[in-house]
């Protein structure tokens, strides 16, 4: 052990000077290159001697296309608004565009009396138009601002004085009330309290019975709420379809039907006591005959004629004056092909004399007497047709998607009347029903007569 001790003693001291320049050297090499000034190419973006300084470049230009892109797209988006609100369109039959809504339309609804023209939109307003106006120049209307929110349904009450919106954020009912000042104006107010949230699912649709005794509002899960006016639920339906695509009140009030997965449409009546307490929602029948599920459907003004449009090409025309209480089902009158492209709606006319269907942007009108097309209006709004309705008196067609509400003529509509007045004509021989029907031809006559400007 002495010996080794004694031959590394000198030794290590040496080994441990050596290790101690070689840090020293490093040391000062590491100091040498710090203090050297970097080339002003790399630090300009510019090709560098390493692999980092070069990869600069790409990341400044990735950067700035980030940024660029971040700036377009509101720029792009707002061309598009524009475009939107640009959207032009002209047709022999066009009546009117009722220009107002800043932003898009989503809803539609006709007074009972005809007189008003309900609409609401994203601009966070609901404007009522008065029918007396659609074939003027200008078009009056009045607006009620949505607080915090926007509407996205909206349907007036029977004495058109107040109307209901479901709330796009607030997911529930609202009530308005609409007084007249002194000074001949209107005012809308919100009633205190908004309905109780109780769907779990979006809401697809609302209505307001007729005779002013229940609210409707459907889920796009099975669900439909039978409400009394003061927000009260009074049933629940469960329509077993899987999924709800569309529900409503009939115009008479009676009833409320529902249509989605499956192929057939579900109606039930909602029955009150002769006080006019709630007794209870009764199933009353079902329109069933298409082979996939269904859009959309539509009633005439007295209920007794349906429509109903399915996602296996077809549109139905149904007898729906049944004793459903015996158990008897509708009868089936027509089946008409149509194009189910993109979003689909169906509309009756009040008189069940023309079907129209809308899919994506486009509008076909149909007679109901053979089902043959009538009309074909193509790219209506500059997005797809969300609402599509005739007004009470069968005279016009109303359609809504983009800013803009375009009203057309129900030319359709006059021809049918044409056509059965004349056939009535030929089949009577009593003098007071000739001169009833002489004058109802003549007016229709003068009213194609007059859209058209000239004799028929």
């Known amino acids: 052990m002495e010996a080794a001790a004694a031959l590394g003693g000198p030794a290590l001291p040496a080994a441990l000077a050596l290790l101690l320049v070689l840090l020293l050297l490093l040391l000062a090499a590491a100091l040498r290159r710090a203090a050297t000034p970097r080339p002003p190419a790399a630090t300009a973006g510019g090709p560098g001697a390493n692999g980092q300084a070069a990869a600069r470049p790409g990341e400044q230009r990735k950067a700035k296309v980030s940024a660029r892109s971040r700036r377009e797209k509101p720029q792009q988006q707002q061309q598009q608004q524009q475009q939107q609100q640009q959207h032009s369109f002209a047709h022999r039959l066009l009546v009117a565009a009722l220009k107002g809504h800043s932003g898009a339309v989503s809803c539609l609804d006709f007074s009972s ?20 106006d659609l074939a003027a120049r200008e078009h009056r209307c009045l607006r009620a601002n949505v607080g915090l929110d926007h509407a996205e349904l909206v349907r007036l009450s029977p004495d058109s004085r107040a109307f209901i919106v479901w709330l796009a954020n607030g997911e529930t009912i609202r009530v308005y009330k609409m007084t007249k000042k002194e000074d001949g104006s209107f005012t809308f107010t919100a009633t205190p309290g908004d309905f109780p949230k109780k769907h779990k699912a979006p809401v697809i649709n609302i209505g307001i019975a007729e005779t002013g005794k229940f609210i409707m509002t459907a889920s796009s899960d099975t669900t439909i709420l039978i409400w009394s006016p003061k927000g009260e639920v009074l049933a629940s339906i469960n329509t077993n379809q899987m999924n709800n695509a569309y529900a409503a009140v009939s115009p008479c ?10 192929p057939d449409v579900k109606v039930w009546e909602v029955c009150f006591g002769k006080n006019g307490e709630f007794r209870e929602v009764a199933r009353a029948f079902e329109l069933k005959g298409h082979t996939a599920g269904i859009h959309s459907f ?102 809504c998607g983009d800013r803009a509400i375009r009203v057309f003529h129900n030319t359709a509509g006059h021809r049918a009347v044409v056509e059965e007045m004349e056939a009535m004509l030929k089949k009577t021989g009593n003098k007071a029903t000739r001169e009833r029907l002489e004058q109802q031809l003549s007016g229709a006559r003068k009213a194609l007569a007059a859209i058209y400007g000239k004799k028929q």
């Open 253 to 262: 009030g009676r009833f409320v039907a529902s249509c989605g997965f499956t």
């Open 298 to 399: 539509s009633f005439s003004n007295d209920s007794r004629r349906m429509a109903t449009l399915s996602k296996d090409g077809t549109w139905k025309f149904w007898d729906t004056d049944v004793e459903y209480k015996k158990q008897q089902d509708p009868y089936l009158l027509l089946t008409g092909k149509c194009a189910v492209a993109g979003p689909c709606r169906i509309a009756l006319s009040p008189d069940a004399r023309v079907v129209a269907v809308a899919s994506g942007v486009d509008i076909v009108v149909y007679n109901t007497r053979r089902g043959e097309e009538e009309e074909r209006f193509l790219g209506v709004h500059g997005r797809c047709i969300t609402d599509l309705a005739f007004d009470t008196s069968s005279r016009y067609l109303v359609s």
């Open 113 to 132: 009396s005809g007189k008003y023209l309900a609409s609401c939109a994203e601009d966070r307003t609901v404007r009522l138009w008065s029918t007396r």
